[in-house]
């Protein structure tokens, strides 16, 4: 089991570091691209909320959660993501799939959890073209950051559990300018690339109060202080022949002196209040304010656009009819819905850049134990039409896979 496990992760591992475009996005443009979705397709199918936490799922966005794990639990997730972008005269349509997260975790007596993994922290992935006249500007960017994680929670008392995790971020950003002209053949490129890495933490606690006979009322925070990340600068000009659209021959490339860099790493805040019946239902809210109107730009500045400070408001919850029903299969199935509400913290031309989504989805068990298959939805929009901007209605599938088995127990017989 152990070993069939080491080589699931070392795949799902080099397929999570090595294929970072999880986005088709403009706005991926700007800063260190468009932030990923932190948690399990758990989380993300109740509107994103971290503040429940049970024995045998994995909380990757609060730490504290790890406490109550009494099974191992591995989990991985992905997702497909379907964008109808229009501007005020043009439509267009994208699509990207993406590997979310891959994370073990693993009760150590009855007080204490770790976990680790890796998952995608942001992605960049845009091409964006504009004719002025006889003038061609087309714009490309590719890459993201990942994080690989170390987290810990422990049960303090009966109500109150306390969490950290410990992140590694790295990754690699790419942009590239193609400035041409009509009726000549030669064209000159800029390209821009910066290597980032940086650690980061995360600090968390769960607190749980009965209420009336048999309901829970959980409140959480989760705080993550404000850090710096290395940023490696490399610039490169070159002059390009281009014999036809899908050819280009540098004929003349110049290595650009730029200094490094050091990027801001925004903190961010985040409480939730929720209550519900243990293994029947839970509906909870959660509010996350970030400071990323502290954040900047990697190598170069852009009058349009500035950071304001973002944040989150969330809703969402679960309900199982009969958790230990033995007649009806459909009666042991999680139904999860949510929905979010974002201010990306990003303005351009003076418009801010909301995003909204609704989600919804159920988790099936399989196996003998309580591994599952969950699968699920969300439709939202992101953007806006106005000011020459763009506005993305995107569907978005996930899948993910969560496994619980009992491992390092000594049989009692033979």
């Known amino acids: 089991m152990i070993r069939k496990f080491l080589?699931?992760?070392?795949?799902?591992?080099?397929?999570?570091?090595?294929a970072q475009e999880a986005t088709s996005s403009p706005y991926s443009f700007f800063g260190i691209g468009s932030l990923n979705f932190r948690g399990t397709v758990e989380n993300r199918l109740m509107g994103g909320i971290s503040i429940y936490s049970d024995s045998i799922h994995l909380n990757l966005q609060n730490p504290s959660g790890l406490a109550s794990l009494k099974l191992v639990a591995f989990s991985v997730g992905g997702s497909h993501k379907l964008v109808n972008q229009k501007t005020q005269t043009e439509t267009g349509k994208t699509s990207s799939t993406s590997i979310n997260y891959l994370a073990l975790g693993i009760p150590v007596g009855n007080k204490l959890g770790l976990s680790f993994g890796v998952l995608p922290l942001t992605a960049v992935g845009y091409d964006l073209e504009n004719l002025s006249g006889t003038t061609l500007v087309q714009n490309s960017g590719k890459g993201g950051m990942n994080k690989v994680f170390l987290a810990g929670g422990y049960q303090v008392t009966p109500k109150l559990s306390i969490g950290v995790d410990a992140n590694y971020n790295f990754g690699n950003i790419q942009n590239t300018t193609l400035l041409s002209q009509e009726g000549l053949d030669f064209a000159s490129r800029e390209s821009n690339r910066s290597n980032l890495s940086g650690f980061s933490f995360n600090l968390?606690?769960?607190?749980i109060e009965k209420v009336f006979t048999n309901l829970n009322l959980?409140?959480?925070?989760v705080y993550t202080p404000e850090t710096k990340l290395e940023s490696q600068n490399f610039r490169?000009?070159?002059?390009?022949f281009?014999?036809?659209?899908?050819?280009?021959?540098?004929?003349?490339?110049?290595?650009?002196?730029?200094?490094?860099?050091k990027l801001t790493f925004p903190s961010q805040f985040t409480f939730g209040l929720g209550i519900g019946k243990t293994r029947n239902w839970f509906v909870g809210a959660e509010y996350t304010s970030q400071k990323t109107s502290n954040f900047n730009n990697r190598t170069f500045t852009l009058d349009n656009v500035e950071f304001s400070d973002a944040s989150r408001y969330k809703l969402g919850g679960f309900f199982v009819p009969t958790s230990n029903s033995i007649s009806s299969y459909w009666k042991r199935v999680t139904?999860?819905?949510?929905?979010?509400?974002?201010?990306t913290g990003l303005v351009i031309n003076g418009e801010d850049i909301n995003e909204f989504g609704i989600s919804f989805g159920v988790g099936l068990p399989v196996g003998k134990l309580f591994s599952n298959v969950?699968?699920?939805?969300?439709?939202?929009?992101?953007?806006?039409?106005n000011a020459g901007l763009v506005q993305e209605n995107f569907f978005n599938t996930f899948i993910s896979l969560s496994l619980n088995d009992k491992w390092f127990i000594k049989t009692l017989y033979d």
Not at 8 to 14: D, K, M, N, S
């Open 374 to 385: 969950n699968v699920g939805f969300e439709i939202g929009k992101r953007g806006t039409v």
């Open 242 to 261: 281009i014999p036809n659209p899908n050819l280009q021959v540098d004929v003349d490339i110049r290595d650009v002196d730029v200094a490094n860099s």
């Open 335 to 343: 139904y999860r819905a949510g929905m979010r509400y974002e201010d």
């Open 204 to 207: 968390g606690a769960t607190y």
């Open 218 to 221: 959980f409140t959480s925070i």
């Open 236 to 240: 490169q000009f070159a002059s390009v």
């Open 7 to 18: 080589v699931i992760t070392l795949v799902l591992v080099t397929a999570i570091t090595s």
